[in-house]
């Protein structure tokens, strides 16, 4: 069973950068695709970013490419999201994902973590 733990969320300044990390409690970490969600308040969640199983494949949303880097280490379970250049717009819950393909869909995703507040104040 797959349980999905994010940190790494916080208020931080226009510019400024943070580092969210999604941690895998399964044994399958390292076939599993992994994705970042994140949700605007009122809105619907959207796709951030997701990542292969092996790391080599990566996808982007057009709002977040040049600025946010999601990577992995599957020895320690762990897949990123490196967020710089941070923007007021960029306030939202953000969630990780993972799932058997790598996808830019919800539905392709099977388990979900708790969410991680980040706040970007202008």
């Known amino acids: 069973q797959v349980q999905l733990v994010e940190s790494g969320g916080g208020l931080v300044q226009a510019g400024d950068s943070l580092r969210l990390s999604c941690v895998d409690s399964?044994?399958?970490?390292?076939?599993?695709?992994m994705g970042w969600f994140r949700q605007h308040p009122g809105k619907e969640r959207e796709f951030v970013a997701a990542i292969s199983w092996s790391g080599g494949s990566t996808y982007y949303a057009d709002s977040v490419k040049g600025r946010f880097t999601i990577s992995r280490r599957n020895y320690v379970n762990t897949v990123y999201l490196q967020m710089n250049s941070l923007k007021p717009e960029d306030t939202a819950i953000y969630y990780c994902a993972a799932g058997t393909v790598v996808a830019v869909q919800q539905s392709e995703y099977d388990y979900w973590g708790q969410g991680t507040q980040v706040t970007v104040s202008s």
């Open positions: 399964g044994r399958t970490f390292s076939s599993v695709a």
